[in-house]
């Protein structure tokens, strides 16, 4: 028996190993209860994340299995619970890496959802009753209306797709941290995260700089929108660039060789640091590093329902979508879109499809 009772995704069923992508296995499984407010989409497409690859490697410690990634999806409603209002049967739409929050705590009040004590994830999270969360790497997702989001018709799927975890994860600290006009931005790690990172902050009017390990991607990162290219690996790079930002958000999914001190001292007075990147490994950081620049250090979750959307419209205006390459949804595929995302292949997104044709059981 398959949809609606149990959908079908692959997951991984045991505990991950450091450092090794395990094969993905096709399992039918149980979704949540069925809730009112609760819509089901037929996915079509969906990112890989690197969260998805710090998930199934074990990087983030031990979760319940099993374990199905995918916080990027897009696909079309096929089913609405019956007080959903936001979205009807046929329509085009996309979630992201949050799938509920309580909607009546002071911070889901203020436009802060990710941030709710309650906030249950699209995979490997549990809801009040016990059932558990599972991503898009599944042919149906079950999500409360609130993290279903409208994509635009002029953005394709594949496109749109990795703007759900992505492109809001870069976009929400950027407009918080005021990028646009008269702001020096730099933005760190060039992968999934920062290419629209540095699409974002050009498209808010701030000075884009790229700060990337070596100079292998600098035509790309100028044709996304930088201004200036800094190479990382080289010893006293800081020193071309001290005191130039305001603003720093850092994407880099891995700790190896990370001089934070280094980046610090390339902040204004007063300037932030903001790391999205969540290595397995620490940062390690020296107090007096902030007192030359009285500079912060802060950090930041996804974004809320209301930046989603107008994210969503920035993109339709002015066509932004992901730089990506699709690969299809089965075993093998899945493989090797984790394996490649682990190794920084993808440019700069690999987004699963062929969902028709992607599960057997
Ligand atoms: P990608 O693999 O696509 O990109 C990561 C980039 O980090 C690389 O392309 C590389 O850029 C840079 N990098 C890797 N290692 C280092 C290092 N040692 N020092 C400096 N830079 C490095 O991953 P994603 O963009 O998909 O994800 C990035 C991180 O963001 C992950 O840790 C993920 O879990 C996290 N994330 C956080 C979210 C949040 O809400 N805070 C939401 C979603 C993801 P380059 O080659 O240019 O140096
Ligand atoms: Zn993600």
């Known amino acids: 028996m398959v949809y609606p009772d149990t959908f079908r995704g692959y997951a991984h069923t045991k505990e991950g190993t450091k450092n090794v992508v395990p094969v993905l296995k096709e399992i039918e499984f149980k979704p949540k209860v069925f809730a009112e407010h609760d819509v089901d989409i037929k996915v079509v497409a969906c990112g890989v994340c690197g969260s998805d690859v710090h998930s199934v490697c074990g990087e983030w410690g031990s979760t319940d299995y099993p374990l199905i990634p995918g916080h ?10 019956s007080k959903v209002t936001t979205v009807k049967v046929g329509d085009r739409v996309g979630v992201g890496a949050q799938s509920f ?8 009040l203020a436009d802060n959802e990710p941030y709710c004590l309650n906030s249950v994830g699209t995979y490997g999270g549990k809801y009040e009753n016990g059932d558990k969360s599972y991503g898009g790497y599944s042919d149906y997702a079950r999500v409360h209306e609130h ?26 600290p950027l407009v918080r941290h005021g990028a646009g006009p008269g ?10 995260l920062g290419h629209f990172g540095l699409m974002w902050a050009k498209a808010l009017g701030a000075e884009v700089y790229a700060l990337s390990r070596s100079e292998s991607k600098k035509a790309d990162a100028i044709k ?24 720093i958000l850092c994407c880099a999914n891995s700790a190896d060789n990370f001089d934070l001190n280094s980046y610090l001292k ?4 007063g300037g932030h640091f903001i790391n999205v990147g969540l290595p397995e490994d620490n940062y390690t950081v020296h107090p007096t590093s902030f007192l030359k620049n009285a500079s912060f250090l802060g950090s930041s979750l996804l974004g809320s329902r209301k930046e989603i959307q107008d994210m969503l419209k920035l993109a339709s205006e002015q066509k932004l979508e992901a730089w990506h390459s699709t690969i299809p949804v089965n075993e093998e595929g899945v493989y090797k879109a984790l394996d490649g995302c682990k190794r920084g292949t993808p440019k700069y997104r690999y987004v699963l499809t062929n969902y028709e044709q992607g599960f057997t059981l």
Do not use: M, Q
């Not at 702001?183 to 999934?192: A, E, H, R």
């Not at 390339?266 to 007075?269: F, I, M, N, Q, R």
């Open 266 to 269: 390339t902040l204004k007075v």
């Open 183 to 192: 702001k020096t931005v730099g933005i760190v790690g060039i992968g999934g």
């Open 224 to 247: 996304l929108g930088a201004d200036h290219y800094v190479a990382t690996g080289v010893d006293g790079w800081h020193k071309t660039v001290e005191r130039k930002f305001d603003f």
């Open 72 to 81: 990027e999806i897009v696909g079309h409603v096929v089913r609405v619970g």
């Open 101 to 108: 929050s309580c909607l009546e705590c002071p911070d889901c």
């Open 147 to 172: 993290f279903v989001f409208t994509i635009p018709d002029n953005l394709s799927f594949e496109g749109a797709a990795p703007l759900l975890c992505a492109g809001i994860t870069t976009y929400s």
